[in-house]
């Protein structure tokens, strides 16, 4: 396997594409959704809510917190998650950056 060359890259390019990478996936995206409606919740409450096993569940919200856009508190015996909204509001910057206005036309391709 080839070696990622980030060097070639910009400090916003490779964290745009780091942030996509943790992004990826239906179920990390079902899991922001949950968070952002209900506000927090308790780890073992996403196990039901989305029908995955609970280690399927922690590699998931590890991928979302090792980037930050989650962070979790431990209550008891449980692990409570919310969105990190330092890291959220960056990241959103970030993104809208990149979806500018394109001036194409449809002939172009």
């Known amino acids: ?4 060359k980030t060097a070639n890259f910009t400090d916003a390019q ?3 594409a780091i942030m996509l990478k943790a992004l990826a996936h239906p179920a990390r995206i079902a899991i922001i959704e949950h968070l952002i409606k209900a506000n927090e919740c308790i780890g073992s409450d996403l196990v ?3 029908g995955l096993a609970q280690p399927t569940i922690s590699q998931h919200l590890r ?3 090792d980037v930050g856009i989650i962070k979790g508190k431990i209550e008891g015996t449980s692990m409570c ?3 990190n909204n330092k890291t959220w509001a960056k990241y959103r910057t970030l993104l809208a950056s990149f979806f500018v206005e394109v001036n194409c036309d449809d002939s172009c391709c």
């Open 1 to 4: 396997m080839g070696v990622t």
């Open 14 to 16: 490779n964290e745009l």
């Open 48 to 50: 039901d809510l989305l």
């Open 63 to 65: 991928e979302l917190k």
């Open 81 to 83: 998650y919310c969105i």
